[in-house]
């Protein structure tokens, strides 16, 4: 995001998962799981080798290739913030996360956890703990980076609804693309093909993302999911603009 083209999300954000933290977070959902590397590695299309390297944290996969992974594992995008075990209790980080009143869990600003992705795609879960059914993000895009390097589009189950707070993102379909600026908003079956894009050379772009995941296209209640998401988000992108100032242009 600042003069040499790169994101700098380190100031006041959180701490960031490394690649080999982050494929460890991989190994163990897996593990748990029951499943071997092969079948997760035959279901995603990749080779075990592949996925091999990204458990062990020499590569980093792009945001695409995550979310396959996981919903291979049959569990969400937050997984790679948890060291807790997805499939058990859910357990709270004391270092990270307060619960002052009970049920009520709170986690300071700089505290957020951080996922780096491929092409330094950053990743924040703007929620204390994990949501059952819910997955509510931040994401940054460096300049000239895409969801996927080689132009995949990515397919999974659940509805999406997503706010640009800072820069501009274009986001490719089948059918097409949109191009979105601050405060701009869209929504959609994430059962169609999508990607996301920063075509800009010079200006990070940020978005805001909620996805319900066990939502599907049959569900009638989805006009009702749509304007709770987007007032949701809206309320979200407030709270960010007003500390857009620590995002360098």
Known sequence: MGGTGRADPGVGMGEKATASEIGARLRRVRMSAGVSLRAVAEAVGISSSALSQIEKGTMQPSVNRLVEIVTVLGVPVSAIFDDHGLLGPMNVDPARVTEPLPGVFVAAGESAPIATLGQGVLYRRLTPVRLDG??????????????????????????????????????????????????????????????????????????????????????????????SAAALLEELAAETERASDQLPR
Do not use: C, K
């Open 134 to 227: 819910l997955d509510l993000f931040e994401s940054t895009y460096p300049p000239l980076t895409s969801s996927s390097v080689d132009g995949a589009m990515l397919v999974h189950e659940g509805y999406e609804v997503g706010r640009v707070v800072s820069g501009t993102l274009t986001f490719e379909f089948t059918d097409g693309s949109v191009v979105l600026g601050p405060g701009g908003s869209l929504s959609f079956w994430a059962t169609q093909p999508h990607r996301v894009v920063n075509m800009s050379a010079e200006q990070a772009a940020v978005a805001l993302w909620l996805t319900v995941r066990h939502a599907r296209p049959e569900v009638a209640s989805i006009a009702g999911i749509e304007a």
